[in-house]
């Protein structure tokens, strides 16, 4: 959780209809609630709140940009604003549902359906192997049928990895915080603090954004694909365009999932936005495809995730 130096709304607040009940998370650039509406439904409310670009008092619900960071501040909010309108649009099971979202004390609020569960990123934390074939399959099979409909919504996400994908009570997966999609929308207006996240983000968020396509959520797919193969963060692509040491997945991961799938997170996260599957269909395709039997668990005791952990040092 990132550090920020903000004061959150206090609990029992009236917020509209709503009643802040707790802080779920602390990010540097928004605060998330837990909730309850009129009819005591249980939501999670997303307050714009940037930590460089503007400040609550403590005691105080108005949140005030500074002098400096006022343009910046605005536009973030617009940008906000629009990012809850488009994500109001869409209607499915793997997207977060954003029930409401409203102006308030100087700012945004982003009402979403509350969702129970884990984040991936503490999902994976949690096993002491790497996630298995199976549940990988399944999880990124239905996490692509939403992100499909992002992009059909000519919505990117730009921001998708472990921490950002909640994994229900069910299993089911949910892609959340659509909080960079929002730089996609009007790339001329001044820029807010890069929100990508290195290990995660394509080459192209750091060098041409022109080139940002459905191929670059696809590298951030294959990315995360990895970290759960390694449990730690991938080497940032801003490295590997200098010097790539980062082991392909097909031989670290060689025993533990099965070749097929190895080649596709590989091919996820090519440099060249043009080698990596152009499309989610494209992926999802070849995901459903060749699906072989999962090695033995009994194989994967006999070494390899010593083998992991010794390459690999950082943990996500
Ligand atoms: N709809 C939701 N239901 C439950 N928890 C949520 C929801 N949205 C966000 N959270 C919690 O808040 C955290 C941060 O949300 P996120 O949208 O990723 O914001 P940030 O921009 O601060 O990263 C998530 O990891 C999750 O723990
Ligand atoms: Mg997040």
């Known amino acids: 959780m990132a550090n920020n130096q903000n004061q959150s709304l206090p609990i029992g607040y009236e917020l ?6 707790k802080v779920l998370s602390a990010g540097g650039f928004s605060f998330v609630y837990l909730a309850s509406d009129p009819g005591k439904n249980t939501v999670a409310i997303k307050e714009y709140l940037p930590t460089a670009l ?3 008092k403590e005691g105080d619900q108005i949140v005030v940009p500074t002098a400096e960071a006022s343009g910046s501040f605005r536009h973030g909010l617009k940008s906000f604003f629009e990012e809850g309108r488009a994500l109001a649009n869409i209607n499915h099971r793997n997207i977060v549902r954003v029930i409401n979202f409203f102006r308030a004390n100087e700012t945004v609020y982003m009402v979403m359906q509350y969702e129970r569960g884990k984040s991936l990123q503490e999902y ?8 298995s074939e199976n549940f990988l399959r399944r999880v990124f099979t239905e996490l692509l049928n ?17 921490a ?4 229900r009570l069910d299993g089911s997966p949910v892609l959340l915080d659509f909080g960079s999609a929002r730089q996609t929308l009007d790339d001329a207006l001044p820029r807010l603090p890069p929100s990508y996240t290195p ?10 954004r022109k080139l940002l396509g459905p191929w670059s959520d696809i590298y951030s797919i294959g990315a995360t694909m990895y970290s759960c193969l390694t ?14 040491t980062m082991i392909p997945a097909e031989k670290l991961g060689k025993d533990i999932y099965s070749e097929n799938l190895l080649r596709i997170i590989d091919n996820c996260m090519a440099l060249d936005h043009l080698e990596r599957p152009q499309s989610i269909y494209a992926l999802q395709k070849s995901l459903q495809k060749d699906i072989p039997s999962a090695p033995q668990a009994e194989d994967r005791k006999h070494g390899f995730i010593d083998k992991i952990m010794h390459l690999l040092q950082k943990e996500i």
């Not at 994976?124 to 996630?131: A, D, G």
């Not at 939403?146 to 472990?162: N, W």
């Not at 290990?199 to 041409?208: L, M, S, V």
């Open 16 to 21: 509209q209809d709503y009643k802040i009940k």
């Open 164 to 167: 950002n994908i909640y994994i």
């Open 124 to 131: 994976i934390l949690s096993h002491n192997e790497p996630v």
């Open 146 to 162: 939403g992100l499909r409909e992002v992009h059909t919504q000519k919505l990117l996400h730009l921001d998708i990895k472990p």
């Open 199 to 208: 290990g995660f983000a394509p080459p192209e968020q750091y060098t041409d």
């Open 231 to 244: 449990r730690a963060t991938p080497l940032a692509a801003s490295e590997r365009i200098k010097k790539d």
């Open 54 to 56: 503007a400040l609550r």
